[in-house]
C-alpha cells in the first residue's frame, strides 16, 4: 500500500492562522487557502476587507501549487514568455495560475499541500504564502 503525504487541518489552521495575523501588522486584507497534496482545500480564510474576486484566486493558486509542485511565480514567468516556456493552455485546466502567491510543500520528496495567499501584489502574496509554508515545515521537522 503506499502512503501519500498530506498536511493535516492543524498544520494548515496555524499557517492561517499566522498569515493573518503578519497582514494585519502590515494592515492589510488576504485571503488564504491551505491545500493537501491533491490540491484540495484543507483550510481557508476572507479577511475582512480582502477582495472578493481573491477567493477563487487563492483556492486556484493553492490547487495550482499543490498539483505542480511548483510556486505558481515559476508558473507565471514561464506562460509571460512563451518561447521560453509555453502556454497556460498548456497545463489543461483553467484552474492553472501564474500569479505568485502559491507555494507548494514537500515532504520525504512529494508534495504533500500548498499555501497560497491572494489580495496584494504577487511578490506581498508569495511572502506571505512562504511565511506560512515555512511554518508548517518547520513543526514537521521538529
Avoid at 47 to 52: R, S
Avoid at 113 to 133: I, K, R
Wanted: glycine share 10%; proline share 4%.
Amino acid at each position: 500500500m503506499r502512503t501519500i503525504p498530506t498536511i493535516d487541518y492543524s498544520e494548515a489552521k496555524q499557517a492561517v492562522d499566522f498569515i493573518v495575523e503578519k497582514a494585519l501588522e502590515m494592515q492589510k486584507a488576504v485571503v488564504i487557502a491551505v491545500a493537501d497534496c491533491r490540491g484540495e482545500l484543507i483550510a481557508f480564510a476572507r479577511m475582512d476587507a480582502a477582495p472578493v474576486s481573491s477567493v477563487v484566486i487563492a483556492m486556484n493558486k493553492a490547487w495550482t501549487a499543490a498539483r505542480s509542485g511548483k510556486p505558481t511565480a515559476e508558473i507565471g514567468e514561464k506562460v509571460k514568455h512563451p518561447a521560453k516556456g509555453h502556454d497556460i493552455a498548456y497545463y489543461g485546466d483553467p484552474k492553472f495560475v501564474g500569479w505568485g502567491g502559491g507555494i507548494p510543500l514537500w515532504k520525504e520528496g512529494e508534495v504533500a499541500g500548498s499555501v497560497a495567499v491572494s489580495g496584494l501584489s504577487s511578490s506581498e502574496d508569495a511572502t506571505l504564502a512562504t511565511l506560512g509554508a515555512d511554518l508548517i515545515m518547520r513543526g514537521r521537522s521538529s
